[in-house]
Structure formats: structure tokens, C-alpha cells
């Protein structure tokens, strides 16, 4: 995964929690990795930089999450990929998702032949 792609996926889980919470019937869309990302894009992104990014924005995120209702967390949305889906789903699932990542570099790191 790309430092783009986290960046990018900030912003559109941020618009789509205030879409959710905001239209009486949202619609969500699949996200798909742009042209660019898929040739390699991700090579030219200062990784510091990013990190900073991510990590300024992931507070701000937390911060907005802890502000949600009981009811605002149970908004549900129409998906494009999913049968059913809520906050509480796109969320979940943003964990998740990062918990592999987080796996599969503790995976790389533990291997006995890496440099």
C-alpha cells in the first residue's frame, strides 16, 4: 500500500463519514487505486513526509470518531460491494485492513532471512 494511497483513503473516509452522517440515502462507492499508484507512483513519495501526515491526520480522525453518537455510529449507507454496511462497518473494516499490514510487516521483519 502506498503513502498516497493512506493519504487518499484519509480524506475519502472522512468525506464518507460526513456523506453518511449528512444524506438521508448515501451511496458508496468502491475506491480503486489510481493508474499512477498501480505503476509505482508510491516511489516517489517522501516517506517521512507522509508518515507526519498520517499520523497528524490519524489524530484528527480518532478525535472526530470519539465526537459520534450511538446513532451516528449505526448510519447505515448503501455500498456498492457490500450487502449491508454502517460507520461502525467502514470503520471496522478501516482497523482491520490496517492490522494486516501491520502483520505482514511483522512477518517480513521476523523472517530469518531478512537484511
Given at each position: ?11 475519502l473516509?472522512?468525506g464518507?463519514?460526513?456523506?453518511i452522517?449528512t444524506?438521508?440515502?448515501p451511496?458508496?462507492e468502491?475506491?480503486e487505486n ?10 516517489d ?5 507522509s508518515?507526519?501526515r ?6 484528527s480522525?480518532v478525535?472526530?470518531?470519539k465526537?459520534?453518537s ?14 449491508h454496511y ?9 482497523f ?5 499490514h501491520?502483520?505482514r ?10 537484511d
Amino acid at each position: 500500500m502506498s503513502m498516497r494511497f493512506i493519504c487518499r483513503s484519509r480524506t475519502l473516509r472522512f468525506g464518507r463519514l460526513e456523506h453518511i452522517l449528512t444524506t438521508p440515502e448515501p451511496f458508496i462507492e468502491v475506491i480503486e487505486n489510481s493508474a499512477e499508484d498501480e505503476a509505482g507512483a508510491m516511489l516517489d513519495v517522501d516517506l517521512d513526509e507522509s508518515l507526519e501526515r498520517y499520523v497528524r491526520e490519524r489524530v484528527s480522525l480518532v478525535e472526530r470518531l470519539k465526537q459520534l453518537s450511538l446513532e451516528e455510529w449505526q448510519k447505515t449507507a448503501v455500498h456498492e460491494a457490500f450487502d449491508h454496511y454502517s460507520v461502525f462497518i467502514m470503520f471496522r473494516h478501516l482497523f482491520v485492513h490496517e492490522m494486516l499490514h501491520a502483520y505482514r510487516i511483522e512477518e517480513l521483519l521476523l523472517k530469518n532471512d531478512w537484511d
